[in-house]
Every structure is written in structure tokens, then in C-alpha cells.
T-cell receptor, first 115, second 116 residues
């Protein structure tokens, strides 16, 4: 069965610090997708990134970067020079195959960025 | 701007009441999902639907049912609400997966349900 583990329940940093959110997954499928979502205080989950299992290239988008390593079944998310607006709950998720787009979510990591 | 809307942001009901949570999407998506979110547990899938009148159980369907009579609308029903169903309920939609392509889900703002 698929499983996603986000071991960090809550992280607090001071503005401008770099922070890495960990995500470890388990799956028997060779074809799968990994996702990161952000949930700000407003409650609505916002899609950040999708990565398929055949693409291990790291990705950078502004202050956000993602490190996908199949060898360790990890898909970690780094925010560089954090800002107060980054404060949110972040979820890592794995899509099943086949599964019609079903997602398995981790428990989430609460990130608090203090000014 | 694409949207998933949910009928209420906050809802308070009494034990034993029948509760309807409504979700509407305007993106013509085939797939729709209902999750509940609880602290420390992340999001857990209750039911999903990949077409009108079609439904499949997720990981925690007990105590819930769903209805999808129109493509844009997916309803979650608590037949007899209980206090352990107090939670945040999130609806999502996505286009149908094609081949090995998986699309992200788009989420509504959530309904925080309290059952007294």
C-alpha cells in the first residue's frame, strides 16, 4: 500500500532562513506522481508541484526548490530566504496507479515563519 | 479563474441530524473527491467519483454517502451525524487521468463541521 510520511509536525524559523520540509514515500508502483500542496490560513489547498517517477531532475521555482531521490524514496521541499507569507501547512502527496487520480497525503508540516 | 466552491465555510449540527455538504466545480472535471482533514492525520479520502452517478469508496467511507447527479456537483451526506465526524471537509476536482498522466487536484476552501 502507498504511504507518505512527513516526520516534521511543526517547524518554526525566522524570516530569511532557509527551511527544508521532508517527505518520504512508500509505493510498489514503478509509475507514480508526487505532489506538494500548500494550505494557507484561508484553508484552500494550493498546488505547488507535480513530479513523475521517471523524472529525477531537481526543480527550482523562485525561492522554492524540490529534491527528488528515488534511491531514498524522498521528495523534499526547500524554501530559500523564507518569508512570513510562507507560513502555512504543507502537504506531500502520492498518486496511486491505477487509481483515477486518487492521492495519498502525508500528515502535513506546519511551517511558522516569524518576522 | 477556475473554482471549486463549497456551500458553507462553517456548519454546526446536532448529533443524529442528516447533513448535506455541497461542492460545485466550474472546470468541467470528470473526477471529484471528498476528504476530511484532521490534525496529525492529513487528508483522508472519504469518497470519490469519476463520472456522473459513479462513486467509489475511499479510505474512510463509514458513516458517509455521496451523490453525483450532475457533472459539476458532488454532495457528501452524513446520514446521522455523530460527534466523531466533527472535522474539516475538503472537496476537490481534477480532469480524468489519461495514460500515465496524472493531473493535480483543485481544492475548495473547506467546510468546518462541528457536531454537538
Amino acid at each position: 500500500a502507498q504511504k507518505v510520511t512527513q516526520a516534521q509536525t511543526e517547524i518554526s524559523v525566522v524570516e530569511k532562513e532557509d527551511v527544508t520540509l521532508d517527505c518520504v514515500y512508500e509505493t510498489r508502483d514503478t509509475t507514480y506522481y508526487l505532489f506538494w500542496y500548500k494550505q494557507p490560513p484561508s484553508g484552500e489547498l494550493v498546488f505547488l508541484i507535480r513530479r513523475n517517477s521517471f523524472d529525477e531532475q531537481n526543480e527550482i521555482s523562485g525561492r522554492y526548490s524540490w529534491n527528488f531521490q528515488k534511491s531514498t524514496s524522498s521528495f523534499n521541499f526547500t524554501i530559500t530566504a523564507s518569508q512570513v507569507v510562507d507560513s502555512a501547512v504543507y502537504f506531500c502527496a502520492l498518486s496511486e496507479y491505477p487509481g483515477g487520480n486518487k492521492l495519498v497525503f502525508g500528515a502535513g508540516t506546519i511551517l511558522r515563519v516569524k518576522s | 479563474d477556475v473554482k471549486v466552491t463549497q456551500s458553507s465555510r462553517y456548519l454546526v449540527k446536532r448529533t443524529g441530524e442528516k447533513v448535506f455538504l455541497e461542492c460545485v466545480q466550474d472546470m468541467d472535471h470528470e473526477n471529484m473527491f471528498w476528504y476530511r482533514q484532521d490534525p496529525g492525520l492529513g487528508l483522508r479520502l472519504i469518497y470519490f467519483s469519476y463520472d456522473v452517478k459513479m462513486k467509489e469508496k475511499g479510505d474512510i467511507p463509514e458513516g458517509y454517502s455521496v451523490s453525483r447527479e450532475k457533472k459539476e456537483r458532488f454532495s457528501l451526506i452524513l446520514e446521522s451525524a455523530s460527534t466523531n465526524q466533527t472535522s474539516m471537509y475538503l472537496c476537490a476536482s481534477s480532469p480524468r487521468a489519461s495514460g500515465s498522466s496524472y493531473n493535480e487536484q483543485f481544492f475548495g476552501p473547506g467546510t468546518r463541521l462541528t457536531v454537538l
